[in-house]
């Protein structure tokens, strides 16, 4: 999974990701603070954390 937002630049809408990987994986990734989201407004990003 991180390898694959790695090659769309560090960052992907996380409807994109839902339909690829579960929702407890993304859920994992977050509370491991590896990634994080941000509101666009328009939908959520779901990006790499500067820090990993």
């Known amino acids: ?3 694959s937002i790695r ?3 560090g960052c992907v ?3 994109r990701l839902q339909f690829q990987f579960s929702d407890s994986v993304i ?3 977050l ?3 590896v990634m994080q989201v ?3 407004g328009r939908g959520f ?3 790499i954390a500067e820090d990993f």
């Open 13 to 15: 809408p996380l409807h």
């Open 31 to 33: 509370d491991k603070e």
């Open 45 to 47: 990003l779901l990006e």
């Open 27 to 29: 859920q994992t990734l």
């Open 1 to 3: 999974m991180l390898r």
């Open 38 to 40: 941000q509101n666009t």
């Open 7 to 9: 090659l769309c630049g």
